[in-house]
Every structure is written in structure tokens, then in C-alpha cells.
């Protein structure tokens, strides 16, 4: 495989930054061993042998010691380890793929950083792992992956998508699992295979030595007998032994406490934390009560909550014993899983109502050290509605309920909100949740009581969040006025909220432009709306921003195949796809999803590829299903029913041209669009007045592009002095396309070769040249038997040959032989093309040429098909062949 | 639909208040969790919670209604 070396990747992608947030950090650390903590040979042993086997499980109950275990193996391998606690927060593919990447990072596997990012919570494009697993597989040395609490991961995709990872890295892999229950992997197959470590419960279990040295480390010396009976009341059970041995430690008489215990009948790890707890200096019990609310915490934090400082020494105190508390670095701690959750019941029972009160600090100070995540998380659990729609308003962060890692998270979390809320943020939140499920009516409500509810001087960063929402509202009812009126109050209000809140946020402004453009598209003021999109689409690449920008660029390509210039509008709907297939997104609920591919379709039918935009309109369906954004509605109405048309389906293509979208204005270009439809519909019928009489009640406006549009169909229509008359007022500007041109000529040709056939077959060469650059098949097939039969002489034969009419069999060595006609014909492949159909030649499949290209298998075949058209050829020998005599590989 | 969860050991009352929606009553070294529950997830809910408060699951049956 020497492709890397011959193929830059793509730019480099922003990641999320591990240091950047101390919570993603300490996720990604080997939690420390304390001083009480005891190797055991027998198991490190049994780990080695992970380095033998793709797939190590470690399996035990709450508190069987496994966390521990491997991480104090981990921390003696001789090389890093990369290390991951799972969250029950991750269950979205794209979440947990995106920090598995850091965790391998943070130990210092080297990724290149284009292998990409998931930039959808719920997704991941399996182009990603396939990268992953390559690069895995690549790798000198094997990484060992350590995936702590992966009970936690209960989705069974995250699972598939592991095992596809683990196959495909092969011996560059080992992972290993840390967990309380048996994980969804195949682990039959693992282990008919020989290919898997195992360490159970039973394993785990002390031993009696083993228990005797335990508690020697406590402090305690037991005779045998005592200690074979404490290992039989508690099974061996790390946790239970370790509380054991600290309670009778604090006891005055250790041996007959212990005695006591074994004759009990308690359950073991709630009664002996009790013990130990109710042992503690009260300072301590009430500081273990109240860190339980949260998942990790720092002395800092711990004086928030507890109202005390000064909680460092104790902190380290309880971590050296560990009783109760795990280091994770960087003076970041955490309870012990089991004993966080008995506190918790502890907290509840002795204080209640502490627990949300509690929730509520953590939240606050959270927020104050720039956790934002997190603070919306206890603010949720505090149940306080206020203070987490505020917070996540003030920190201008409501675009991520649009875009981004957390959008499915922010939205799960905000569903929980009662009515109980009765904020402006809250109702600012509430319309934000229901434009982004695309109700518009509910989010308008909800938009109005916001505003009502505004105090009298609101801050600029609510009004910001307003203006958002507005913008989108605006867009999805096709209101400009509304959009240019947001975008206004945008720009009086930047210069007031502080510049590095904008900067942490860059998807606020490429969300709003995008709404915007869409807006000013909507009306057809392409330059204005350009300005906006080109803005959008060339930010900064990254996953926040990755939904505007494809949907931005959708719009782009639209308005480009909108002027006539089809390469262009090919191009930049590609770029719009491609843009969703590197962060693996697929969110059908945002306006613009689809609209790629209906610009892709629309180009197709124009080239009179129908098949293909038969296929595109129905890959837009399932993107997006039916539109509610009036531009990507008018962009399927016109992409269909131009297919219909070309297919001759003249009533089913007038009823697709009908939009049934309400907006406030009216398009003029989805106007245009559905009166060139319903025309040609009647046409097709044989109903020329009715055909002529539709398009007298649509203007071009001097509009160079409808202006060719609409004297083309009059034409069609057979009154070809308005078409002229229509063609000699068109003004034409550096946007108009060569469509407009084509038609233009085709109208003058059709009118001139009664009079003058030398003029027109002047005119229609000229047409042929600007058409075949854009392979623009449709006018001239639409043209009719008159202008077709003119284009029956020799030199537009050959400018129409191999693109519009088939190859001319050529005299072999006669005069305008193969050599020319396939040179005019054979488009210049692109750079990608040619490596494709290079791996063709060396008889790779599309699933190897994908592999080697670190590309998906899709994207592979586009490119076949594009080379094979550009090529001429059916099939992979002929393109081989046609590839090799045309000298192109 | 109604279950029956039976636990090893004796749960104090503390803990037996991280059930909430179900009754307990202990016997002969056991405590019996017992009460509605809604349906299959928060079935699995609460063997987790036993799972995660170091609860050892004996026996969990379905009571005849």
C-alpha cells in the first residue's frame, strides 16, 4: 500500500480537545492505585496474555476490584495504554467514536488527524472506522485499548461497530473491557477461536492468602481460620473485604468485630459502609454525602458543595485508604462506583430535597469554570429549568441544539422540561426544540412568548438567541423581510457580547447566515443570499459547523444550477455531500438536508441522465423525507418534475411542480419554474393556448436566465415572435450560466433556418461547443425534428458525437479517424478517476479500491460511473482498455 | 405486571429507600423487594440498581396479579 505517501488526505479536522476540557481528561486517565492496594500475581499474569488475544474481558460485579486491577497492570506496560471510562451519557455512536479517538490520541497513537471526527452524536460513518481499523492495522506495535465500565454502553450498534473495528485492526488491537455484565460482543465466536482473554467473577474473588495480605495491608493480622470465614461470609469480594478490614480497623476490638460480621446477615457492602461512614469525623461523612451528586470532583468543587474549604488533605487521605475515593490526576477525584451510589441512597434518606440543592451548586460552579455540559446536566437533575435554559443561553450556545456532538444530548436532556419553566430562556429553548423538530406554527408560539417575557433591557446574548431563532423561523416560512431584520439586529449586537464567547461558537453565526442565504434565496436575490452562503462555506471546517456548511453549499449549488452552469452547481452539491460524509452525518431534521443530492438530480436530468437522478431524488428522499425548508421543497419539486417531464409524464409532473409549502412571500424562480412545468405540461397534451397562456402570467424581469427559460418554452409553444422579442430585451450578466446561452442560440437557430441556414447551423455549433463542455443534453433533445435535421451536417455531427450522438463508426485511416473523434469525445478524467480505474486495471474490487483509497465503497463507485461515462464504455475491461489506448494509465 | 426481587442479606432501611416504588420485607437472611413494575426496561432498571448498590440477586419472579 504506497497510496498515503501518493494521496495528501484531506485538511486536517478539529477535534475535540482532550486538555481542553478537564471532564473529557479524567475520562481519559488510568485511575490511580493506592497504597492499600494489592497485586495479585495470578491475575497480572492472566492479563499478560492479553497481548495474545484481540479481545480481553474482564467481567465482575460492582466492586470485584477489575478497575483497579487493569489499571495498575496498564500502568507497568512498557508501553502507554490507552485508557477510556465510559459514561452512561455516550450511548450515541458518534459520541463514544469521537473520544475513543482522543483516548488514542491521548496515549499517543499516532492518528493522522484527517482520519476524520464523527460530527453526529447518534452516527458514524463507517468510512471512519474502516480508516481507524486501517491505520490500527498499520501500527508496529499493538495498542492496547482499555474500555473501563462498559456496562455502561448498552446500544448494541456501538458493540457491531467494535467488532468491525477489532476484526479489521487485526494483531494492531487489543482491546480489553472492563465490565459488570456480559457486553454484546460475539463472544461465542471469540472464544471457539481461542482469540479471547477471560477473566470472571470467580477469578476475581480473593483467595484466603490472598484476603491475608489484604488486610495485613490495613493493619490486620488474623489467624488463618478468621480469615477463611470472612472470605466465605463476603465470597471473596474485594469491596466487601476492603470495608471489612476498615471497619474492624476502626473498631476497639477488630477480631470479635469481625466475628460479628461473619455471623450477620446483613448485606455486606450497604451495612459495612454504613460502619465505616458512621466511623468518619462528621466533616468527612458529610462531604462523602454531598460528592456523591456528582460524577468527579475537585477540592474546589467539593467546597462548593460541602460550603467548606481546605478539602484537599482529606481528599488524599480517603484516596491513600481507599475507602471511598479513586484519583484520577491532575487533583481530580471520584467516588468507587458501588460505594457513590450507596451514598447517594444515604444522601436521600438522611437529607432529602439536599440532593437538588446539591445538583444546583454543582451546576452553578460548573458553569463558572466553563463546564458547560456539565453544568446543564445538574442543573437538569436540580430540576431548576430556569437556571440551565439561562445557562445555556448565556453562553450563546443554542445553535448546539441544531448542530453538533451534543445535539441529541441537549435535546434528551431539554424533553425533561415541564411547564414549570416559565422564563424568556426557557420559552426561547422550547422554540429552538420545535423549529429544530421542524413544527413551525409551535415554534412561532413559542418565539412570541419569548419575546413577551423579555424584560424590559434584555442582554445582548438573549437577543442574540432570539435573532437565531427568528432567522430560522424566517427561512422556514419564507419570510425575508423577517431574516433581513434578524441578521440587522445580529450585527448591532456582536460588538456586545465578548468576542472569545463568539469564538467558542462559531456554528451561532454560520447557522444564521445560513439562514439568511436561504431566506434571500427564497426571494431571488442570488447575490445578496450568495454573499451569506460563500461566507458559511468557506468558515473554518469542523464538526460544530459541518450541517450549515452542507446545507449552505446545497444552496449554493442550487443557485449555480439555478443560472445555468451545471459543473459548478455538480461541484459544490459534491462538496455539500462530502462535507456530511466526513463527520458521518445524516440529520434528516435540518432545512437543507437533501438538497445536494437534488441539485445532483436535477444536473442529471439536464444531461438526460435519468436513471442516475432517479437515484438521487430517491437518495434525497431518504435524507430528508418531505422537505418543510420552502428552498429545498422547491428543489425537489423541481428536480422531479423535470424528470417526469423528460420521461413523459407531462400530469404527474405538473402536480410535482405544485409546492406545498406556505410561505409568506412568493419565489419568483419557483414561480418561473412551476409555469415552465405546467407549460410544457400542456404542450405535451397538445394545448398550446393553454401552454402560452401560463407563461404570459410569470415575468422574467429581464432576468437573463428565466428570460432564456421562458422564451424557450415559448418556442416550445410555437409562438416564436415573443420568444425572440423576450430573447432581444435579456440583459446578461457574469452569473448567467450556459444554459441560458444554448437556449438562446437553439430559439435564434430554430428562427433563423428557415431564412438562413448557414446562420443557423453558425448558431447551434456555438451551442453544441458551450453544451458539450457542461454535457447539456436536454434542449437539444427537446428541440425538435426542425433544428435536430440541421444538425445532420458534418461538422455538427462531430461536435455532437460521443457525448449527445453516438461515436461515428469512423473509415479506419481516413480522413477525421478515431484518433480526433475520440479526443474531442474523452473528457479529461480527474486525478481520482484515473486512480480509480488505475486499481481497475491491477484487477482490485470496488471494496479493495475503497480500502485503499480511504474511501467509502460508494464514493468508488460514483467514480467509476463518472469514469465510465467520460470514457464511453459499459463495463470495467472496456474502461481498462479505453483507459490504457487513450494513454491515461 | 408484578415482580418479586429477592436479595441476599438483610438491606437496611436506607437502602431499601433506593426502591422507592417497591415494598421489602426480610426474611431468613434474604430481603424481598416486591411491587409493580411498569415494564421490561424498568425491570432491567432495577436489576442494575441492585447490581450497582452491591445487591447479590437470589431469585426475581413474576407474582401472579
Redesign the interface.
Known amino acids: 500500500m504506497t497510496t498515503r505517501q501518493k494521496n495528501p488526505r484531506r485538511s486536517a479536522v478539529a477535534h475535540v480537545d482532550p486538555l481542553g476540557e478537564p471532564f473529557l481528561r479524567t475520562r481519559f486517565a488510568l485511575p490511580a492505585r493506592p497504597a492499600v492496594f494489592l497485586r495479585r500475581p495470578r491475575l497480572d499474569e492472566h492479563l499478560d496474555q492479553s497481548f495474545g488475544t484481540p479481545l480481553t474481558m474482564v467481567n465482575g ?3 470485584a476490584g477489575k478497575t483497579l486491577l487493569v489499571a495498575d497492570w496498564a500502568a507497568r506496560q512498557r508501553q502507554p495504554v490507552a485508557w477510556f471510562t465510559t459514561e452512561a451519557g455516550d450511548q450515541g455512536c458518534g459520541v463514544f467514536w469521537a473520544y475513543v479517538l482522543e483516548a488514542l490520541r491521548a496515549a499517543g497513537v499516532p492518528l493522522p488527524s484527517d482520519i476524520g471526527c464523527p460530527g453526529d452524536a447518534s452516527r458514524v460513518d463507517h468510512g471512519l472506522l474502516s480508516r481507524l481499523a486501517h491505520e490500527l492495522n498499520g501500527l508496529e506495535r499493538p495498542v492496547v485499548l482499555v474500555l473501563d465500565e462498559f456496562d455502561r454502553v448498552t446500544s448494541a450498534r456501538i458493540a457491531e461497530q467494535l467488532e468491525f473495528v477489532l476484526h479489521h485492526a487485526g494483531r494492531g488491537l487489543r482491546l480489553v473491557v472492563v465490565t ?2 456480559e457486553p454484546l460482543l460475539p463472544l461465542h465466536r471469540y472464544r471457539a477461536a481461542g482469540a479471547m482473554t477471560e477473566i470472571r467473577g470467580a477469578e476475581l474473588a480473593f483467595t484466603v492468602e490472598e484476603a491475608a495480605a489484604l488486610l495485613q495491608l490495613h493493619g490486620l493480622r488474623l489467624p488463618t481460620a478468621a480469615v477463611r470465614a470472612l472470605v466465605e461470609r463476603t ?1 471473596g469480594w474485594a ?1 466487601g473485604l476492603r470495608l471489612c478490614a476498615l471497619a474492624a480497623r476502626q473498631s476497639p476490638d477488630p477480631s470479635a468485630y469481625l466475628r460479628d460480621f461473619e455471623a450477620g ?7 459495612l459502609l ?1 460502619e465505616v461512614l458512621k466511623r468518619q469525623p462528621v466533616r468527612v461523612q458529610d462531604l462523602l454525602l454531598r460528592v456523591s451528586v456528582v460524577e468527579r470532583f475537585s477540592p474546589e468543587l467539593v467546597a462548593e458543595l460541602t460550603g467548606r474549604g481546605g478539602t484537599e488533605p482529606i481528599l488524599a487521605a480517603l484516596h491513600s485508604q481507599n475507602a471511598f475515593v479513586e484519583d484520577l490526576g491532575h487533583s481530580w477525584y471520584r467516588l468507587h ?2 460505594f457513590g ?2 451514598l ?3 444522601l ?3 437529607s432529602p430535597g439536599l440532593e437538588s440543592e446539591l445538583h444546583r451548586r454543582a451546576a452553578q460552579w460548573l458553569h463558572a469554570s466553563g463546564a458547560l455540559p456539565e453544568a446543564l446536566a445538574h442543573g437538569a437533575a436540580a430540576g431548576d429549568w430556569n437556571f440551565t435554559t439561562r445557562t445555556l443561553v448565556d453562553d450563546l450556545a443554542i445553535g448546539q441544539l441544531f448542530t453538533g456532538l451534543r445535539a441529541n444530548d441537549l435535546a434528551e436532556l431539554f424533553s425533561r422540561m415541564g411547564p414549570e419553566a416559565t422564563s424568556a430562556a426557557a420559552d426561547l429553548v422550547r422554540a429552538a426544540r420545535e423549529l429544530s423538530r421542524g413544527d413551525v406554527e409551535r415554534g412561532l408560539v413559542q418565539l412570541r412568548r419569548a419575546e413577551e417575557r423579555l424584560d424590559a433591557r434584555p442582554d445582548a446574548a438573549t437577543r442574540l438567541s432570539l435573532v437565531l431563532l427568528q432567522s430560522l423561523a424566517a427561512r422556514l416560512t419564507g419570510s425575508p423581510g423577517m431574516a433581513e431584520q434578524a441578521v440587522a439586529t445580529a450585527e448591532r449586537l456582536w460588538g456586545e457580547v465578548p468576542a472569545e464567547l463568539l469564538d467558542s461558537h462559531p456554528e451561532f453565526s454560520a447557522l444564521l447566515l445560513t439562514h439568511v442565504g436561504s431566506a434571500r434565496l427564497w426571494a431571488g436575490r442570488f447575490d445578496d443570499a450568495r454573499a451569506a452562503l460563500s461566507t458559511v462555506a468557506g468558515c473554518p471546517g469542523g464538526v460544530s459547523t459541518a450541517l450549515p456548511r452542507e446545507d449552505s453549499l446545497g444552496q449554493l449549488a442550487l443557485i449555480d444550477y439555478l443560472n445555468g452552469w451545471l459543473c459548478r452547481a455538480e461541484r459544490k452539491a459534491q462538496a455539500s455531500l462530502r462535507e456530511t460524509e466526513r463527520f458521518g452525518l445524516r440529520d434528516p431534521g435540518f432545512p437543507g438536508a437533501g438538497l445536494g443530492q437534488l441539485v445532483l438530480a436535477a444536473v442529471a436530468v439536464d444531461r438526460d441522465e435519468l436513471r442516475a437522478a432517479q437515484a438521487l431524488l430517491d437518495e434525497a428522499a431518504a435524507a430528508s423525507g418531505a422537505p418543510r425548508d420552502p428552498v429545498t421543497a422547491a428543489g425537489r419539486s423541481l428536480a422531479t418534475s423535470r424528470l417526469l417531464l423528460s420521461r413523459g409524464e407531462p400530469r404527474a409532473a405538473a402536480a410535482a411542480a405544485d409546492l406545498d409549502v406556505p410561505a409568506l412571500v412568493d419565489s419568483p424562480w419557483a414561480e418561473v419554474q412551476t409555469a415552465l412545468v405546467a407549460s410544457a405540461a400542456h404542450l405535451a397534451e397538445g394545448r398550446t393556448e393553454s401552454a402560452l397562456k401560463v407563461l404570459d402570467d410569470v415575468s422574467s424581469d429581464g432576468e437573463p436566465t428565466w428570460a432564456a427559460e421562458l422564451a424557450w418554452a415559448r418556442f416550445a409553444a410555437g409562438n416564436q415572435e415573443s420568444a425572440l422579442d423576450l430573447l432581444d430585451h435579456m440583459r446578461t450578466h457574469r452569473h448567467t450560466g450556459p444554459r441560458a446561452a444554448v437556449q438562446c442560440a437553439l430559439v435564434r437557430a430554430g428562427a433563423a433556418q428557415e431564412t438562413d441556414v448557414a446562420a443557423a447551423r453558425k448558431l447551434l455549433a456555438g451551442a453544441l461547443l458551450q453544451a458539450r463542455r457542461e454535457r447539456l443534453r436536454r434542449p437539444f433533445l427537446e428541440a425538435g425534428p426542425r433544428i435536430r435535421h440541421l444538425l445532420d451536417s458534418p461538422p455538427l455531427q462531430d461536435l455532437a458525437a460521443g457525448w449527445l450522438t453516438p461515436c461515428r463508426p469512423a473509415p479506419p485511416g481516413g480522413p477525421g479517424s478515431a484518433g480526433d473523434g475520440s479526443s474531442l469525445v474523452v473528457e479529461e478524467l480527474s486525478g481520482r478517476e484515473r486512480e480509480v480505474v488505475g486499481r481497475l486495471a491491477e484487477l482490485m474490487s470496488t471494496e479493495e479500491i475503497a480500502a485503499d483509497l480511504y474511501v467509502s465503497v460508494n464514493t468508488v463507485k460514483t467514480h467509476l460511473k463518472s469514469a465510465y461515462r467520460k470514457l464511453g464504455v459499459n463495463g470495467r475491461a472496456e474502461a481498462v482498455r479505453r483507459a490504457r489506448d487513450q494513454g491515461l494509465i | 405486571m408484578r415482580y418479586e426481587i429477592r ?9 431499601t ?2 426502591f422507592p416504588e417497591l415494598d421489602h420485607v426480610k426474611m431468613s ?1 434474604q ?1 424481598v423487594l416486591f411491587g409493580p413494575v411498569v415494564d421490561e426496561a424498568h425491570l432491567y432498571g432495577l436489576l442494575n440498581r441492585c ?6 440477586v437470589v431469585e426475581m419472579r413474576q407474582l401472579p396479579e
Do not use: C, K
Open positions: 460485579s460492582a466492586g459488570r455484565t465470597g469491596a446477615r446483613s448485606t455486606i457492602a450497604d451495612f454504613t462506583p458501588l451510589e450507596i447517594r441512597a444515604h436521600r434518606f438522611r | 436479595v441476599d442479606g438483610h438491606m437496611s432501611e436506607t437502602l429507600e433506593a437472611g430481603t447490581q450497582s448498590l452491591g445487591l447479590r
